[in-house]
C-alpha cells in the first residue's frame, strides 16, 4: 500500500516570499502523483499533476512540482506567493492501474503574511 | 459543465442520531468516490462506485456506514447510529471512468456530531 508524508504541516511566508510545500510517499509500484489546493470552506481542487514524461509540471497560477524518483518526493514550489495563495495543500499519489484511488497527505497549510 | 453537487452542506445531529449525505456527480461520470476529511487530516478513501457497483469499501466502517448508487447516478452516504468520532468533512468526487486519471470534488458536507 502507499503512503504520503507531508512534513511541515503549516507554512508561513511573507507575500513575494519563495515558498517550498514538501511531500514523500513510499509506494512499491509506479504511482502518479498531485497537488490538491483547499480554500477555506470549499472542496478540493487540482492544482498540477505528473502522469509521465518531463518530471517538472506547471499550474496556471505559478506552482511547479518536480517528480523525483530516486528521492520519492514531489515537492510544491512557488518563487513569489500572493496573499490569495493562503490554502491548505494537499499532495496525492494514485498507483498506476489501482483504479484511480486517490492517497492523501495530511495537508500543509499555507499562509502569506502581508 | 455542472460540478459535483452535494446536500446538506452543514449537518449538526446528536450521537446515535442517523443522518444522510447526497451527492450527484457530473454528467456521464461513471466513477463516483466518498471521502471522509477529519479536520486537520487530508481525506480518507470511504467507498468507490463504478456506475451502481461498489469497487472498493475496504475503508468503510460498515456496522454504522452504508452507501448506495441504485441508478449509477445519484449516491447517499448514510450513518447510523453517528459517533462524536464521526465529525468530518465528507466529500465526494467523480470521474469519466477508473482509468480517467484525476477527478473532481464537489464543496463537501460538514458533519458535526454532539
Known amino acids: 500500500a502507499q503512503s504520503v508524508t507531508q512534513l511541515d504541516s503549516q507554512v508561513p511566508v511573507f507575500e513575494e516570499a519563495p515558498v517550498e510545500l514538501r511531500c514523500n510517499y513510499s509506494?512499491?509500484?509506479?504511482?502518479?502523483l498531485f497537488w490538491y489546493v483547499q480554500y477555506p470552506n470549499q472542496g478540493l481542487q487540482l492544482l498540477l499533476k505528473?502522469?509521465?514524461?518531463?518530471?517538472l509540471v506547471e499550474s496556471i497560477n505559478g506552482f511547479e512540482a518536480e517528480f523525483n524518483k530516486s528521492q520519492t518526493s514531489f515537492h510544491l514550489r512557488k518563487p513569489s506567493v500572493h496573499i490569495s495563495d493562503t490554502a491548505e495543500y494537499f499532495c496525492?499519489?494514485?498507483?498506476?492501474?489501482?483504479?484511480?484511488?486517490?492517497?492523501f497527505g495530511g495537508g500543509t497549510r499555507l499562509m502569506v503574511k502581508p | 459543465e455542472a460540478g459535483v453537487a452535494q446536500s446538506p452542506r452543514y449537518k449538526i445531529i446528536e450521537k446515535r442520531q442517523s443522518v444522510a449525505f447526497w451527492c450527484n456527480p457530473i454528467?456521464?461520470?461513471?466513477?463516483l468516490y466518498w471521502y471522509q476529511q477529519i479536520l486537520g487530516q487530508g481525506p480518507k478513501l470511504l467507498i468507490q462506485f463504478q456506475n451502481n457497483g461498489v469497487v472498493d469499501d475496504s475503508q468503510l466502517p460498515k456496522d454504522r456506514f452504508s452507501a448506495e448508487r441504485l441508478k449509477g447516478v445519484d449516491s447517499t452516504l448514510k450513518i447510523q447510529p453517528a459517533k462524536l468520532e464521526d465529525s468530518a468533512v465528507y466529500l465526494c468526487?467523480?470521474?469519466?471512468?477508473?482509468?480517467?486519471?484525476?477527478?473532481?470534488f464537489g464543496s463537501g458536507t460538514r458533519l458535526t456530531v454532539v
Open positions: 454528467s456521464g461520470h461513471a466513477t
Open positions: 496525492a499519489v494514485s498507483e498506476i492501474r489501482a483504479g484511480n484511488m486517490l492517497t
Open positions: 505528473y502522469l509521465s514524461g518531463s518530471t
Open positions: 468526487a467523480s470521474s469519466f471512468n477508473r482509468g480517467r486519471v484525476g477527478y473532481t
Open positions: 509506494s512499491s509500484v509506479s504511482v502518479y
